[in-house]
Structures are given as structure tokens and as C-alpha cells.
């Protein structure tokens, strides 16, 4: 897809489909729309009127051009209130914009560029959101199918006078680059995990160093050598699959001086049966999406290398299968992860939490200022704050508010969770150094990330992103987040290491 920004009067631009904005108070106020209507010989209220049409958020009013215009058709998108985020409301209108053309066959677009420039959403801002948007929602996964869907050509977004186009390609660059990221991230998720395997993973972390030049390195560790670091609690879930396990380490390093460095790890279970404590079937249907959170980190490092931030990122995955087999790990086991501490395995399907804690505890060797992990850790999380909200969960409050403020600003929603000390009674082993799974059958997602909590250095600034419900989409999220993987949590990702 092609994007541009032009100035101009949107209502002479030659096009397949033509959007326009209209506020929630102000239908017949808005300069666009009013000159539409005109044009139309007041037809354009009346439509309003019989399709109830009030311009509120994603309410969208769609006629055929006048024959005066130099295009198809003609939408007005509602943006909804005027208090509400202009940034998002721009990311919504856009991604209905691609939606609605697609279903009507139509290959381009010329948009009206949202929003004034204003600090808070200066044209730098609002170009990189609606870019964002377009492409998302144009993202289609199609690698196992015959039939492959059509894309959108060219959207133009056209500025008026006293816009400033120059930062709005800088934004357009910006958000192409962010959204490369995701769709990384989406692909792999969305690939089955026959094929989508930790040697596979491993190979995508490979071509993301290659292409990202001397920037971005990656070291890969094999069974021998993650023996060698005791990752007992790591390997303990890896040993019923077939597939060989994958140790990634992604370092990014900036070339001039840096001040900062950041650890980020994902949780890579590239499919999760449950082990022998086996799920449901219909529980298993989309395992594959259970390494999301490695697919994030993978995202997030093909953007690095692009966008060349001044802090240093370390991107960890222990990647592994949860298999049941005559080798895999029991219920009741107890083995010795990496710090040291001794672990009852009391649920094989609480599998996440083993991997990550010896991925985390590798993490901290390398002494990062901010420790960030992502998994879809637990159906908790889900239960508690929906399929489209993660929770992150933190030893550090400014930490925490910063992340949750770089979601806001992206359209990633978080919720800052309680570390509830005093629950770590519930994870208390009478055999081992600390269980598994919680013995009550509430507060799930905090007690795993207490689990999580033992394995960090007391002084380490750590923050444990729970992202099972947002990372996969079962039904679709917005306009421009459809079924499957998302990409949860790159943009966000990428927003707060640029503003540390
Ligand atoms: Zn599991």
C-alpha cells in the first residue's frame, strides 16, 4: 500500500473512495461534510437521518459521489466525541476506511488528515496513527490458502493548507516502520505450530539479525548448552516435545553512546498442549498463539534495527514445545531452575512460568535498567480483564505507568495489577522452594506473576506483561485488529524505549 500525503481540497482529489471525519456534535458543522451536502442537495441529512447516522465512533455513512466529484463514492466516518482521543479516534476512522473500500472492491483511498496540529497530536503523531491503521487493517494472513484476498493500492491523505505535510511523512515513515514490526509478529503467531517451531523461531531471529545489519546480533543456544546453565526449569518442559528447544538471545546495540539498556523477554511456547496435564481440546485450538510473546520480541527488534533508538535491548525467548510423552515432565516432579531454587511441577499446563523463569533469570546477567517480560501467561488474565486489555504487573510503579501510558498512546490497552505480596503463601511447596501452580483457585494471573517474582534480583526495575488475552483475537478487536495474532504489545514496546 501506498501512502501519501497531499495538499489540497479533499472534495477535487481523484479517487475510488473518499473519507471524511464528522464529530458526533458537529455532522453539519464540519467544513467537509457541509459542503457535501450541499453538493448533494441535502440529501446527505436526510440519509443521515433515515440510517440514524450520528456520527459516533465507527458509525459509518457511505453514497455515491456527486457526479461533479472525481471519484466513486463517498464515506463519513464517525469520530465520535469531540473530548475523545483524537489520536485514536484517527487510527478507528482510518481502519474502517480500509475495511469498507476493501469490501466494496475498491483500491483506493484519499482520507482527510484528522485532527489539527496540536501538541498533544501534533501531525507528526496523528499521520504516524492513521498509517498504523491503514496498514494494519489491510494485513491479511494467507500463506496456507488458495485464495488470496485483494489489498488497498494507494490511500492518500489529503492536508489542508495549513497542515504540516513534512512532519506528517516523517510520522508515515514512522508508522510504517512500527507496523512491519507487528505484522512480524502476527505471521508467526498465526503460523501453525507444525511449522511455526522453536528451530523456526530460532531461524526468524537469524534473518532479523541479517537484515538488520551490524546492529542487531543473535546468539543461539542448543540442549547442551542450556544444560550447561542449569536451566533445569526451562528444560523440564521442553523434554516430552520432540522438537529441540532454542535458546534465543537478540541484542541490539546502538552505535553512538547510550545511556540505557533494556531487557525484554517473551514467552516462546510455540504450541502448548498442557503437557500431561492435558487441556481440553477446545482449550488447544489456538495453542499456537502461546508464543506471542516471543513473536513480540521478534517484532519489536526488526523495528530496532530501523528506527536505531539510543538504548541498548537485550530480546530473550526460551523457545520450547509442551508435549505429552513418555518423557515429559510429571506431575509432582520437582526440578532446579537456574538461581538455584528448586521447583514443584504440580501442573505441566503451568508451563510458561518455568520457561520464563530461567529466560529471566538469564536476562539479569547482562544487568538491564528495565526488566520487561511479555507472555500469554494465564486464562486468568482473560477472566479478569477481557479478550482486549493485558495486565502488567510490577516491582516498579514508574515503570508500570510508563508502559501503561505507551499503550494508551497506541491503542494497546493494560491495567497496572497488584504483586499482592502476601499471596505468595498460595505458591508456598511443602517439598521444593516454591510450586508451580496456586492452591487457591482464585487471583490466578497474580500469583503467577509472584511465581515470575521469585526469580528477579531485588534491586532489578521488572515488569511482567500478562498478555493472553489481546495477543490473539478470536473475534475481531477493532477496524484495524482482525482475527488471529495482533502483534500486542510491539508499538507499545517501541514507544516506551524511544522515550526513556
Ligand atoms: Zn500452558
Known amino acids: ?12 482529489v481523484a479517487t475510488d473512495l473518499l473519507v471524511v471525519g464528522a464529530y458526533e456534535s458537529e455532522l453539519l458543522h464540519d467544513p467537509f ?37 472525481d471519484m466513486e463514492y463517498v464515506m463519513v466516518v464517525g469520530l465520535g466525541e469531540l473530548k475523545s482521543s483524537v489520536v485514536e479516534a484517527a487510527r478507528l476512522a482510518s481502519g474502517t476506511a480500509v475495511q469498507m473500500a476493501k469490501k466494496m472492491g475498491l483500491r483506493k483511498i484519499a482520507i482527510e488528515f484528522f485532527g489539527e496540529d496540536h501538541e498533544e497530536f501534533s501531525a507528526k503523531n496523528t499521520a504516524e496513527a492513521m498509517t498504523e491503521a491503514l496498514l494494519l487493517a489491510d494485513y491479511q494472513f494467507n500463506v496456507y490458502k488458495k485464495r488470496k484476498g485483494v489489498s488497498i493500492k494507494e490511500v492518500i491523505i489529503v492536508a489542508e493548507d495549513g497542515r504540516d505535510a513534512r512532519s506528517a511523512e516523517k510520522g508515515i515513515e514512522k508508522g510504517r516502520i512500527c507496523v512491519d514490526g507487528t505484522t512480524v509478529a502476527r505471521d508467526l503467531v498465526n503460523t501453525p505450530g507444525q511449522d511455526m517451531t522453536p528451530t523456526r523461531l530460532a531461524e526468524a531471529a537469524e534473518e532479523i539479525s541479517r537484515i538488520s545489519g551490524e546492529t542487531v546480533k543473535v546468539e543461539i543456544f542448543d540442549r547442551a548448552q542450556v544444560e550447561k546453565m542449569g536451566m533445569g526449569a526451562y528444560l523440564a518442559v521442553a523434554q516430552g516435545a520432540d522438537s529441540e528447544l532454542k535458546f534465543i538471545h537478540l541484542t541490539y546495540t546502538p552505535t553512538v553512546d547510550y545511556k540505557k539498556t533494556v531487557a525484554v523477554v517473551g514467552k516462546g511456547v510455540t504450541f502448548d498442549s498442557g503437557g500431561l496435564s492435558l487441556k481440553p481440546g477446545s482449550s488447544m485450538e489456538t495453542m499456537k498463539c502461546d508464543m506471542a510473546g516471543a ?18 535491548v537485550h530480546g530473550i525467548i526460551a523457545a520450547c514445545e509442551n508435549m505429552p510423552s513418555g518423557r515429559a515432565i510429571r506431575p509432582g516432579d520437582i526440578v532446579k531452575s537456574a538461581n538455584g531454587k528448586t521447583i514443584e511441577i504440580l501442573n505441566t ?16 546477567k547482562f544487568e538491564p535498567d528495565y ?3 511479555l507472555a500469554t501467561l494465564t486464562g486468568a488474565i482473560v477472566v479478569g480483564l477481557g479478550e482486549e486489555i493485558a495486565g502488567v504487573f510490577s516491582n516498579d510503579n514508574v515503570l508500570s505507568n510508563k508502559l501503561v501510558k505507551a499503550g494508551e498512546e497506541t491503542g494497546e490497552d493494560m491495567c497496572a495489577l497488584p504483586l499482592h505480596s502476601a499471596y505468595k503463601k ?6 521444593a522452594d516454591i510450586q508451580n501452580t496456586s ?4 487471583g490466578g494471573s497474580i500469583t503467577a506473576a509472584l511465581f515470575l517474582s521469585e526469580f528477579i534480583n531485588s534491586s532489578q526495575k521488572w515488569a511482567h506483561i500478562d498478555i493472553a488475552g489481546p495477543a490473539f483475537a478470536e473475534r475481531p478487536m477493532n477496524s484495524y485488529t482482525g482475527l488471529g495474532g495482533t502483534g500486542f504489545g510491539v508499538r507499545t514496546l517501541i514507544r516506551w524505549i524511544e522515550e526513556l
Do not use: C, W
Open 33 to 69: 461534510t457541509e459542503r457535501l451536502n450541499e453538493l448533494l442537495g441535502g440529501k446527505m441529512t436526510k440519509m443521515a437521518k433515515a440510517q440514524e447516522f450520528e456520527a459516533k465512533l465507527g458509525q459509518t455513512l457511505i453514497f455515491a459521489a456527486p457526479d461533479k466529484m
Open 439 to 442: 492452591t487457591s483457585r482464585y
Open 371 to 373: 526488566l520487561v517480560d
Open 349 to 364: 499446563d503451568a508451563e510458561g512460568r518455568l520457561t520464563l523463569a530461567d529466560a529471566l533469570h538469564y536476562a539479569q
Open 426 to 431: 498460595l505458591i508456598q511447596s511443602e517439598v
Open 295 to 312: 513473536a513480540t520480541v521478534l517484532g519489536l527488534f526488526t523495528a530496532l534495527g530501523r528506527l536505531q533508538p539510543k538504548v541498548a
Open 1 to 12: 500500500m501506498e501512502i501519501l500525503v497531499q495538499k489540497g481540497d479533499i472534495l477535487e
